[in-house]
């Protein structure tokens, strides 16, 4: 969805995205939502750090999003660096149950 408003800046394995227009800002994440090996070592402490650089090059907030399931070891990196972690549920539909119209 960020990409309809936003040009996305790949750093390393992780991705900033940066609004075309003023509003709200985005955030960085890692660049693909395929699940990553826990322990794998994908994602640094000098990954993030170029991220955060380049959120305050931009005056945005520091500002991180991903998929525990997609990059469980992401937490734990991104705390190490200093950043709150606030945890949301994904929300999905059952595939098997309609909603109704």
Do not use: C, N
Not at 14 to 37: D, I, M, N
Not at 41 to 64: K, M, N
Not at 94 to 99: E, L
């Amino acid at each position: 969805m960020p990409l309809l408003f936003a040009d996305a800046e790949e750093l390393g394995p992780l991705r900033l995205f940066v609004r075309k227009e003023p509003g709200t800002p985005y955030y960085g994440g890692p660049s693909h939502a395929q699940p990553v090996a826990e322990g794998s070592g994908t994602i640094t402490a000098a990954d993030i750090a170029r991220v955060r650089a380049r959120q305050r090059e931009l005056g945005v907030p520091e500002a991180f999003e991903w998929l525990a399931e997609a990059a469980p070891e992401l937490r734990a990196r991104v705390e190490a660096a200093g950043l709150p972690v606030e945890e949301r549920p994904l929300m999905a539909l059952d595939p098997h149950r309609p909603v109704p119209s």
